[in-house]
């Protein structure tokens, strides 16, 4: 199992940053991905999770409106959208996929979002 | 949300050191709680489910009990590997939120 990330990204306050997440080795369909986001030097945070089998999802209440969960079945990849960015959601964002134990067992190597004017 | 509150903070141990990190949730939470080890730069690594069932390929040093509101994380004999920062996780309900991390120094 490997999940490759989308590159660093420097965003101005006020856009949208769209993070990838390209999965092989398994099949893609058969598990769940959650989203995790880590500020400078701070803790995690939880950001939500998607089922790759049929896109629902569930997100946390502090981004639901600002976040998008998406996949791409044709291409074994997950997106996270986040939209009207503000300077505390720089930080590094990790995917993550369920593993057989239903919890996240195997993760991206992360991507910074830098959110600067 | 759940309030995820970690103990200690900070820990300085010696290899070989039995060390314990306790989690305490502020509802019940049942034994909807994760354990994760994050090294420096690194992704988290999921350690233990379910309040103490080992996650596969996780060494069998590593431990968790608990249930309700307290919860503990062990690693009975600390390996140079094992210095990182854990973190405790909610699963009892969304958002599902993690304690504040407990770094493990070496002594």
């Known amino acids: 199992v490997q999940l490759v990330q989308s590159g660093a990204e420097v965003k101005k306050p006020g856009a949208s940053a769209k993070v990838s997440c390209k999965a092989s080795g398994y099949t893609f369909t058969s598990y769940g991905f959650t989203w995790v986001r880590q500020a400078p030097g701070q803790g995690l945070e939880w950001m939500g999770w998607?089922?790759?089998?049929?896109?629902?999802?569930k997100y946390a209440p502090k981004f639901q409106g600002r976040v998008t969960m998406t996949r791409d079945t044709s291409t074994s990849t997950a997106h996270m959208e986040l939209r009207s960015l503000k300077s505390d959601d720089t930080a590094i964002y990790y995917c993550a996929r369920d593993s057989p134990s239903g919890w996240p067992g195997y993760w991206g190597q992360g991507t910074l979002v830098t959110v600067s004017s | 949300d759940i309030q995820m509150t970690q103990s200690p903070s900070s820990l300085s141990a010696s290899i070989g050191d039995r060390v314990t990190i306790t989690c305490r949730a502020s509802q019940s939470i049942s034994v909807y709680l994760n354990w994760y080890q994050q090294r420096p730069g690194k992704a988290p690594n999921l350690l233990i489910y379910?309040?103490?069932s080992l996650q596969s390929e996780v060494p069998s040093r590593f431990s968790g009990g608990g249930s309700g509101t307290h919860f503990t994380l062990t690693i009975s004999s600390l390996q140079p590997e094992d210095f990182a920062t854990y973190y405790c996780q909610q699963t009892d309900s969304i958002p599902y939120t993690f304690g504040q991390g407990t770094r493990v120094d070496i002594k």
């Open positions: 998607m089922s790759a089998y049929n896109g629902n999802t």
């Open positions: 379910a309040a103490s």
